[in-house]
């Protein structure tokens, strides 16, 4: 079943969010990144400093863009209790899901993020820092769903840290891999059904792999 498509209040919020971002980004590339500043950013965007505080706690935070975050809610939940399907990595799938659906999507914005990025090694630290800190949000996220289905195994503190550890990792690579898919592509799809896609190919590959 297709997920519903954003209200008016919703479509506004992102496009607002974009402008912010894009205004950030090419305020970079033309004039570097010392001549971001919040006022430049409000400007170019047409909003006040307020409201881009009100999506954005820092210059720099506009220019990375939003990062990805398992959700505080129901189906985060759901996936700890074993659901929704009761497969491991299939269900972590749909977990990322539903966390990259808050994603802007935008090759344009990716393409100058990348550009930003490569000419400021700071701003790439720190999203590879934040990626990490994403990584240890599914690990903990894994490890509570291990406690509950095999308590053989968390009573091994280390098994239990590289399973959790493993399958984090595995995650991030099908993200990655629908990221650069979905980037790459020239069609019309979206960024969450290349992620659904790559999960399934992955399911398919463990699965072929223990035949």
Do not use: C
């Not at 305020?27 to 919040?38: H, K, N, R």
């Not at 399907?85 to 393409?111: K, M, N």
């Not at 979206?190 to 590959?205: C, I, N, Q, T, Y």
Request: charged share 30%.
């Amino acid at each position: 079943m297709p997920d519903a498509e954003p209200g008016l209040r919703e479509r506004k919020r992102r496009a607002t969010r974009r402008a912010i971002q894009a205004a950030a980004l090419r305020i970079a590339i033309e004039d570097g990144l010392g001549a971001v500043t919040v006022d430049e950013i409000s400007r170019r965007a047409d909003v006040s400093p307020r409201t881009f505080f009100n999506y954005f706690p820092s210059k720099e935070q506009a220019i990375l863009g939003d990062d990805p975050e398992l959700p505080d809610d129901a189906a985060l939940q759901e996936f700890v209790d074993g659901g929704p399907g009761g497969d491991l990595l299939s269900d972590l799938g749909a977990l990322l899901v539903h966390s990259t659906q808050e994603l802007i999507e935008e090759r344009g914005l990716i393409e100058e993020r990348q550009q930003v990025l490569r000419a400021n090694p700071e701003l790439f630290s720190r999203r590879m820092e934040s990626m990490k800190e994403f990584q240890a949000e599914i690990q903990a996220a894994v490890t509570r769903r291990i406690e509950r289905e095999d308590p053989e195994l968390a009573a091994d503190p280390d098994a239990l840290r590289r399973r959790a550890r493993l399958a984090s990792i595995v995650a991030l690579g099908a993200l990655r891999h629908a990221w650069w898919e979905w980037s790459g592509s020239e069609g019309g799809s979206h960024l969450v059904d290349e992620l659904r896609r790559s999960f399934a190919e992955l399911g398919v590959l463990v699965s072929r792999s223990l035949v």
